[in-house]
């Protein structure tokens, strides 16, 4: 390795003082870092790059720098060029975060030193009228979710599986999530926590009007469509929270398993239930 990529949410080190210390820490190690250009001078380095893209392309692996948020938008660039992810939680909850920022040097020295294991994550994959969505805005690490953009509004919806029709529902919204998802919105609306080493994909009604409206949970290969009745309006997707594309009335969107794969690095001993059990302590308090 020769190249670290760090990525820096200004809103979790506004004046950058947890970041300057790791990049010494790495700086002192012999490695180079890879910033945005705007970071450059500030940190005092030679070399920025234009975009988030070749943060990921020119980088071994990108130390993110934030939460889960911050790793999400990475991730949909990240999996393009199959560059490892280690995400240190500046945050408040971190489920995709390694470490809390007490455990980030030696996190790094762990990955520098090859002591480390990769975590394949399963990502959706986004089609709107039988186009594929542009520079990636339709790759989705967490979740598609299908709601109407005004307030208090039901929206009428279709959903079939792999072309098999299931039913027709008025309700908020419906979250179509990966395991990695399942513990974010998903959870929070009443679906099911799906282990992320899995490659299966849960389907979730928000708020629907008919009470036998239940979660499922299909597949990882199976196709999902939703085709969006006629007369609706204001109709939106929202991908990982971040990407909005409007759906107009009679749009139909297909989500399935992408074939590209987020890689989260882990550099800690504990296991999926050991993180969800802290968090869920931590939701508690």
Do not use: W
């Not at 809390?100 to 002591?115: C, H, I, S, W």
């Not at 986004?126 to 979740?143: H, P, S, Y």
């Not at 399935?256 to 987020?262: A, G």
């Amino acid at each position: 390795m020769d190249k670290i990529g760090f990525v820096i949410n200004l809103e979790k080190d506004p004046y950058l003082e947890y970041t300057k210390k790791l990049r010494d820490f790495v700086l002192n190690l012999g490695y180079q870092i890879v910033v945005l250009e705007k970071f450059r001078d500030v940190l005092g380095l030679e070399y920025g790059v234009s975009d988030l893209d070749e943060v990921c392309r020119e980088s071994d692996f990108v130390t993110v720098l934030g939460g889960d948020g911050t790793i999400l938008t990475v991730a949909r660039r990240a999996c393009i060029y199959q560059t490892p992810i280690l995400g240190i939680n500046l945050g408040t909850l971190g489920y995709l975060a390694d470490v809390e920022k007490n455990g980030a040097f030696r996190a790094v020295e762990k990955v520098l030193n090859n002591d480390y294991s990769i975590e394949k994550r399963m990502m959706l994959e986004v089609f709107k009228d039988g186009k594929e969505l542009e520079n990636c805005r339709g790759l989705a690490l967490n979740e598609v979710c299908l709601k109407n953009n005004t307030f208090s509004r039901m929206i009428k919806f279709d959903i079939e599986i792999n072309d098999e029709f299931i039913d027709s529902y008025r309700a908020d919204g419906v979250i179509i999530s990966t395991p990695t998802g399942s513990t974010a919105y998903n959870l929070a609306a009443g679906g099911p926590i799906l282990k992320p080493d899995t490659e299966l994909i849960s389907i979730t009604h928000l708020c629907p009007h008919t009470l036998y409206a239940r979660p499922y949970v299909v597949s990882g290969s199976d196709i999902i469509k939703l085709k969006i009745k006629n007369n609706e309006k204001n109709v939106m997707l929202f991908l990982d929270g971040h990407e909005i594309v409007s759906a107009e009335g009679g749009s139909e969107i297909i989500i399935k398993r992408s074939k590209f794969f987020t890689r989260i690095i882990k550099t800690t001993g504990l296991g999926f239930y050991d993180i969800l059990r802290r968090k869920m302590v931590e939701i508690r308090k």
